[in-house]
């Protein structure tokens, strides 16, 4: 199963949550695309972990994530999704830093912060090359709270990622 292009509002204890700010888009990384002078095309998805968390043994879950794993609605991370739209696609149109991290289930993505409610939010994600060549796709895979230590991590453009994934022909960082 794959990361949705839309998601569908969720009921939780009897209140409706709409999850339409969450459906795919395009942005563009100004001036990086693959013919010198063209914008590098981003179309982002994002996985259900941007508004859920995993499911705790014995407790009630809400949906299925892309793996096939139970998750639980989350308030905090439901209120953060709503801004991270805008976050995102002023990281893409402003090609900003992010970094190579390890997941919990030990895979490479890449992170982005972002401030929100005067907290630090990791922004997960890794890229995919689409078929045209001269695009990608973004897969949000998570947003959660997290202290990260700025100062220890080497961090590279946005589009440097983008473009080794459009180059190698392979998801970046590698799976």
């Given at each position: 199963m794959?990361?949705?292009?839309?998601?569908?509002?969720?009921?939780?204890?009897?209140?409706?949550?709409?999850?339409?700010?969450l459906s795919a888009f395009s942005a563009a990384i100004p001036g990086k695309g693959v013919e010198h002078g063209t914008d590098l095309g981003v179309v982002v998805v994002f996985s259900n972990h941007v508004y859920?968390?995993?499911?705790?043994?014995?407790e009630l879950h809400h949906v299925v994530d892309h793996h096939g794993t139970k998750r639980t609605f989350d308030a905090d991370r439901y209120e953060m999704s709503k801004t991270l739209v805008g976050a995102i696609k002023e990281s893409i149109s402003g090609n900003s830093?992010?970094?190579?991290s390890k997941s919990y289930g030990g895979l490479d993505n890449l992170v982005f912060v972002e401030t929100a409610d005067g907290r630090k939010w990791a922004v997960v994600y890794c890229l995919v090359p689409l078929e045209d060549g001269c695009s990608v796709r973004m897969e949000v895979?998570?947003?959660h709270?997290?202290?990260?230590?700025?100062?220890?991590?080497?961090?590279r453009n946005l589009s440097y990622f983008a473009r080794m994934c459009l180059y190698h022909?392979?998801?970046t960082p590698k799976a």
């Open positions: 794959s990361i949705p292009i839309e998601h569908f509002p969720i009921a939780v204890d009897e209140v409706v949550y709409d999850l339409a700010h859920t968390e995993r499911t705790k043994h014995g830093l992010t970094h190579v895979l998570s947003c709270p997290k202290v990260v230590d700025q100062k220890s991590i080497s961090r022909k392979v998801r």
